[in-house]
């Protein structure tokens, strides 16, 4: 990424590679995150079927038009 820049490998060389210790603490806590939630998965209901809208059921928004009022 910063590959040619001294101000860059200097920040590196004083205060450690942040962004790459940042992205393996990500990946460790998402992995982590991924054990703990998968004996949840298994009790999960099963997902609901959407049902086909039928036209001319229920109700509909409109939109108004800036500084109409509804009567």
Do not use: C, K
């Not at 860059?8 to 004083?14: G, Q």
């Not at 790459?20 to 998402?30: D, G, I, K, L, P």
């Amino acid at each position: 990424m910063f590959q040619d820049s001294p101000i860059y490998d200097r920040l590196v060389a004083e205060r450690g590679d942040v962004p790459t210790q940042t992205r393996r603490e990500a990946e460790r806590v998402s992995r982590e995150l991924e054990y703990a939630m998968r004996p949840l998965q298994s009790f999960a209901p099963a997902p609901i079927p959407e049902r086909p809208a039928s036209p001319g059921t229920g109700w509909q928004r409109t939109a108004l038009l800036p500084g109409s009022m509804p009567h």
